[in-house]
C-alpha cells in the first residue's frame, strides 16, 4: 500500500496533465471568499428546506419533504424521539446558526415566533435530558449571550445592532422554563438522574422501562449548561443537582482513575465495565475541560487532566514519538485490556478536545487516523473495525460495525480546531473536500441526506438539527482565515468563551449576573441547602462544606477533590532535577509542531503534512481497514483522497527547500518489527508509580564528557505496577526509528553474561548461543520514551536461579531472557 502512494507521487511529478475540476486548492483570498459563500448557499438551502416544508415541527425529511416529529404512537422509539418533543428543535438549535451566518431576516422571524410561544414546551412528549440540554437549552442560552452580550459584534451589521437592542432577555425566560421541567429528573434518592422526562408530566409521564439506563455522558454533560442557567438567573437549582451528579460520578472511578460508561440511576450501580472516549461517555470529558475553561474551575481541569493521564496509560494506542496515528480504543476498566476492534464516529471530536488543551501533537495524530478513513468512505461510518487480526480477505465490508452516517459533525469539527492552531492549508483542503460531498453526495430535495448504509450507499430520510447547527457552522467558520466573523474577532477574546458540544458558543462572566439574572418568584426557587445530600459524602467530603455561599467557594468544590499522587523522590543528587512528563504536557499550550519541521526561510506555500514523516503511515497500519465500498471509485488520482489531490499537492510543495526536495517528500520504510504492550506487577497501582523525566541543572555543563544522562531520559524508581508498551528488536526487521536491524547491532547488547548487582563482568555469550532479539521500551505508563534516550531505574534484588528478570554487568535489565535496550540500573555516582 505504501510503495503504491510512492508511486502515485512520483507520477504527478512527470504527468502535470492529470487534473481534479472539483478541487481549485488556492486558497487565495478569492478562493476563500468563494468557499465562504458556497457553504452560507449550502446553509441557506437546508434552512429553507426546513422553513418550507418542516417548520414548527422538528425538523424535515430531505428526501421526501416531510415535517418530522416525535412518533406518539410509539414511545419506545427513543432513536426519533430523544431529541424530538414538537419544541421546532431546528429553530432552537440554530438560533446561533443564523447569527454567526448572518441570516437577519430568519433571525427576526425565528425570535417573533419564539416571543410569541413562551409555553413552546408545555408538550406531552418524552425527550432525553441530555439531548434536550445540548441542542435546546444551550441554543437558547447562546442566542442570549450573543444578543445580549456582544456590543462589539453589533458594530459588524446595522440590522444585528437592532435586533440587540431590541431584545428584552426572553430567550432566557424560554431557557429557564425549559431547564425546570429537565431539572426533575436529577431529584433521586440516588443523586443520579434518570435519562427521560414528560416536558408536561414530568417524571411521572415516562414508563419505567426507559429510565433503567443512564449512559455517563448523559448524567453528566448537562452541568455545562444548567451551570450555566443558575448563574445567568440566580436560580441555584441546576447548578447544584447537576454538580452533585457530577462529583459523585467522578469520585466513584475505579482505581485506574476510568469511569464505566452506563448506569442504573434506580439501583445506583454501574452497568457494564469498559470504557472509551466515544459515545456514551464523550462529553463528560469534553465538558470538564470546557467547564475549567468557561468558568475558570481548577477543580474541573484537575478531572480532565486525571482523566486525560488514565486514557494515555490504558486507552492509547501509538501516538509516541515514533507513531504517526493514535487511537483510543474502548478497555476494561479494571484492568485496561483492549475490550473491542473498533471505533466511533463520535471518537472523533477528540483531536479537537486535545487541541482545546493544548495536546496539539496528540491532536494531528488522532486526526490523521479519521482523515484516512475519509478518504476511503467518503464519511466517517459509525463503528469501524481498525484491526482484522490475521484475517487476510478482508473486504471493506468487514471493516462497517455499524453501518450508517447521519452527517455527524465531529470530524470537520476537529479540522477547524486544528486548522485555527497549526493554519495549515491541510485542513482547508479537507474543508473543501468535505464542501464539495455535501453540494453533490449528500444534497437532497429539501436538505441534505446521509448515508443509512454504508456498503450498499443507501440514503437516510432524516436530517438532524446539528448537520445545519454544527457541521455546516463549523464549515463556515473553518473558511474564516481572516478573522472577519465576530466570533474570531478581538472584540470576543476577553469573554473565555467556548463552543458546547453542540457547538453553541457559550460563556461567562460576573457581569452577566447584574446584566441577565431576573427577579425569581421565591418558590421557584429551590432551598437546596435544605436537600439530605450529606448523607452520600464521606467524613472528608463532608468537611467545611459550603453550599452556594458564593461564586468563588460553591459546595461541589469541596465534595470530591481530585486525587493526586505524591511521587517518590529518588536517590538525591544535586546536579539532577526531575520534571513530571506528564504535567509538563499542560504547563504550557502547544506551538504549530508544524513549523519544527519547515524552513522558516522556505516555508511559503508549504503544507506541514509534506514535511511530516508519518503523513501515509496509517494507510499501510490499516491497510486492511482501509478499503472502499464498491460503489465508489477505486483511484486514488479521483479527488477523494484529500492529501493526494494533486492541484493541493503541487502547489504547496513547490516552494520547499530544493535542495533538500529529495528528502522532503519522501516516506520513512514502514515498521516491520513487533509491538506489544505487558503490565508488570498490579495494575491497581499504577496511579502511585512514578515516572518522570531526569534532566541535568541549568548549572551542569552540556559540554562534559562525564555525563551519564542524556536529554529526555526517565526515571522509574521500581519495576512494578507498569504498563510497558515494548518493540521486539528482530534481525532483519524495520525498527521504529527507521533503522534495520543488524546481527552485530543484537549482538552488541549481548557482550556480557548476565548477573547481578556487584558481580563481576565475563565476556561469553549467553548460553553460548547467538541472540536475534532484545527489547526496546516505547512507552511507559502512558509516557513516550524519546528516541535514544534511556530509562533508568534503581538497583533490584535478583530472584532465583531462573528470574523473571535480572540485570547484566554492564547494567541493563534482562526481562525473561531478552536484554532490554534501552532499561539501566543507576548506581548513582
Known sequence: MLHRLYWLALTWLILPSVTCHQFNSSFTPDHIHYLQNETKELFKFGWNAYIQHGFPADEVRPLTCESYGPDYNDVDNTIRNDAMGNVSLTVLDNLDSLIILEQWDEL????????????????????????????????????????????????????????????????????????????????TSTHVPVPRVNLARGIKGVPSKLQKDACTAGA??????????????????????????????????????????????????????????????????????????????????????????????????????????????????????????????????????????????????????????????????????????????????????????????????????LYRATRDPMYLQVGERILNLYKTKFKAKCGFSGIQDIRTGARQNR?????????????????????????????????????????????????????????????????????????????????????????????????????????????????????????????????NPFQKLIDSKNSFMISGYYAWDYLFESDYSYEKSLKKPHYLSNSSLDGSYVELTKSFYDKYTMFSNKDEREHFLQCPRPKTSEEFTVMIGDISGITQVEVSKLVYNESVSRNDSDLLLLEKDLWVPELQSLKVTFERLNVGKVDSDNELLQQDYIESLYLEKYGTTGECAVTERYNNQQEESALRINKLNGVSVYPGSIVWTLPFEVQGKNPVASISSNGRVILQGEVIENLMVWYGD
Open 108 to 187: 427576526e422571524d425565528m425570535l417573533t415566533y419564539l416571543k410569541s410561544n413562551m409555553d413552546l414546551f408545555e408538550q406531552d412528549t418524552v425527550v432525553q435530558v441530555f439531548e434536550l440540554s445540548i441542542r435546546s437549552l444551550g441554543g437558547l442560552l447562546s442566542a442570549h449571550l450573543l444578543l445580549s452580550d456582544t456590543p462589539h459584534a453589533s458594530h459588524h451589521n446595522g440590522r444585528f445592532h437592532q435586533l440587540s437592542k431590541d431584545y428584552d432577555g426572553f430567550l432566557l425566560d424560554l431557557a429557564h422554563d425549559l431547564g425546570k421541567r429537565l431539572i426533575p429528573t436529577y431529584k
Open 463 to 591: 436530517m438532524e438539527t446539528f448537520v445545519l447547527g454544527e457541521t455546516l457552522k463549523y464549515l463556515y467558520l473553518l473558511f474564516d482565515t481572516k478573522d472577519e466573523n465576530f466570533l474570531h474577532s478581538k472584540s470576543m477574546n476577553g469573554k473565555n468563551w467556548i463552543f458546547s458540544t453542540e457547538a453553541h458558543p457559550l460563556w461567562y462572566h460576573k457581569g452577566l449576573k447584574s446584566k441577565s439574572q431576573k427577579e425569581l418568584v421565591k418558590e421557584d426557587i429551590i432551598k437546596v441547602k435544605k436537600r439530605p445530600f450529606r448523607s452520600m459524602l464521606s467524613k472528608v467530603q463532608r468537611h467545611n462544606l459550603n453550599l452556594l455561599d458564593s461564586d468563588d467557594k460553591s459546595f461541589y468544590r469541596n465534595i470530591s477533590l481530585p486525587l493526586v499522587a505524591d511521587f517518590a523522590l529518588p536517590q538525591s543528587q544535586n546536579y539532577i532535577k526531575k520534571i513530571d512528563p506528564f504535567q509538563q504536557k499542560f504547563d504550557t499550550c502547544e506551538i
Open 220 to 417: 453528566t454533560t448537562p452541568v455545562l449548561e444548567f451551570t450555566l442557567l443558575s448563574k445567568l438567573t440566580g436560580d441555584p437549582q441546576f447548578e447544584y443537582y447537576s454538580q452533585l451528579t457530577f462529583w459523585k460520578l467522578w469520585s466513584s472511578k475505579l482505581a485506574l482513575n476510568l469511569l464505566p460508561m452506563t448506569i442504573d440511576p434506580l439501583s445506583n450501580l454501574w452497568k457494564d465495565a469498559l470504557t472509551g472516549i466515544g459515545a456514551s461517555i464523550d462529553s463528560f470529558y469534553e465538558y470538564s475541560a470546557k467547564a475549567a475553561i468557561i468558568f475558570d474551575d481548577d477543580y474541573m481541569w484537575s478531572v480532565f487532566k486525571t482523566s486525560y493521564k488514565a486514557l494515555l496509560i490504558h486507552l492509547a494506542q501509538g501516538g509516541g514519538y515514533r507513531d504517526g496515528s493514535m487511537i483510543f480504543s474502548n478497555v476494561g476498566i479494571n484492568d485496561g485490556i483492549v475490550f473491542s476492534d473498533w471505533i466511533d464516529s463520535l471518537g472523533a471530536f477528540w483531536a479537537g478536545l486535545q487541541v482545546l488543551t493544548g495536546q496539539v501533537t496528540d491532536a494531528i495524530k488522532t486526526h490523521i487516523v479519521y482523515l484516512k478513513i475519509w478518504n476511503y468512505f467518503e464519511l466517517i461510518p459509525e463503528r469501524w473495525v481498525y484491526t482484522h487480526g490475521d484475517n487476510i480477505n478482508v473486504t471493506s465490508n468487514d471493516s462497517i460495525r455499524l453501518e450508517w452516517y447521519p452527517l455527524r459533525p465531529e470530524f470537520i469539527e476537529s479540522t477547524y480546531y
